[in-house]
């Protein structure tokens, strides 16, 4: 009897022990249901991730062109006045290059204009020595290329005045400015003009210093003009 009762009840007793480890078993990590439930989790989640739609594009890209669109006269406007001051700033060192080398080399240095073609440079203005010795003319030096003491007006920049001592040289082919060992000058009244927008700026020589200033009020320039 004992023994029946043994082995009608042992299949079952295993039979449950293998179902508690099974059920066990199936709620490890990595083995059973465990995995297909956490792949059904994450699937909503990847489906959010999208890109833009063409739409949403179209809409960037029209922003930005009314941007660029709007903005574009002020870059202009920043970009003509800009090429006005560095005119200015490139004279303004020529005479002051000029200034320093006839009074460092003790002799007169030239600053020459073209007012047609908007060119300058400095030349200096040193005896040959036959010429010197016979008490005859100087022959002009002229500044080599890359020597930076020689420039051209760009194209949206033009003089509308050139004056040395007060004669107008507009026409001249070669208006040339005298700088003396002395530090004084030729009187030099040059007005830059930019058609585009009508700004102006004048650059003025002083006859006993040599310096030049810089003269941007519209009303002392339009009457200067006149």
Same mark, same amino acid.
């Given at each position: 009897?004992?023994? #029946? ?34 792949? *059904? ?6 489906? @959010? ?6 739409? @949403? ?16 006269? !002020?870059? #202009? ?15 303004? @060192? ?5 200034? *320093? ?9 030239? /600053? ?18 036959? *010429?010197? +010795? ?18 051209? /007006? ?5 003089? !509308? ?18 700088? #003396? ?5 030729? +009187? ?17 020589? @002083?006859?006993?210093?040599? /310096?030049?200033?810089? +003269? ?7 009457? +200067?003009?006149?």
């Amino acid at each position: 009897h004992f023994q #029946y009762c043994s082995m009608s009840r042992g299949p079952t007793a295993r039979g449950a022990a293998l179902g508690g480890k099974q059920a066990a078993g199936a709620r490890r990590p990595g083995r059973g249901v465990w995995p297909a439930r956490s792949g *059904a989790r994450r699937g909503p989640a990847a489906s @959010e991730v999208r890109g833009f739609t063409l739409i @949403e594009l179209m809409v960037v890209i029209s922003i930005m062109a009314i941007v660029i669109t709007m903005s574009a006269p !002020a870059i #202009y406007h920043i970009w003509r006045k800009e090429s006005l001051g560095k005119s200015v700033a490139a004279i303004m @060192e020529s005479c002051a290059r000029a200034r *320093a080398r006839a009074i460092m080399q003790g002799t007169m240095a030239l /600053l020459v204009f073209n007012a047609g073609d908007g060119s300058f440079h400095v030349a200096g203005a040193t005896p040959h020595k036959d *010429a010197a +010795e016979a008490g005859g003319p100087v022959g002009l030096t002229m500044p080599g290329p890359n020597s930076g003491l020689s420039g051209k /007006l760009p194209d949206n920049v033009a003089i !509308a005045q050139l004056k040395i001592n007060g004669v107008n040289d507009m026409d001249t082919h070669r208006a040339m400015v005298r700088f #003396y060992p002395n530090g004084t000058c030729d +009187e030099l009244r040059l007005i830059l003009l930019q058609p585009a927008n009508g700004d102006m700026r004048g650059i003025f020589l @002083e006859i006993t210093t040599g /310096l030049a200033s810089v +003269e941007s009020d519209r009303s002392t320039l339009q009457r +200067e003009l006149k």
